[in-house]
């Protein structure tokens, strides 16, 4: 992508992002500052940064997430209905004895029944 205007409010608008965000969430962002940029513009200037490692993207209830930094990024995701929730996991021993080298961060998707889907079986 060739430095023009509308790459150079979109470089604005990434350096501003502190968390995870979706391409939606950038374009409106770009939006109220009057740009005229196109949601497949900010699509190959986000699928380009990825590219080349400024910006990562993770996949999360069905939708990307983009974020500047390598962030460690878990769900639980029920096999029933399919819900997906954010889940912190501040302890990642188990995951040290098993790798070798130094791990920076890591994506982890855990499956399962969720709580909710639990109580709706058991009425049955």
Known sequence: MRQTKQKEMLEEELKKKTTFFTAEDFYQDIQKKKGKIGIATIYRFLNEKVKNHTVHSYSCNRRTLFSREKKTHSHFICEICKEQKHVNIKNIDFLKNEISGEICHFQLDV????????????RF
């Open 111 to 122: 499956s399962g029944i969720c709580e909710k889907c639990l109580k709706n079986e058991k």
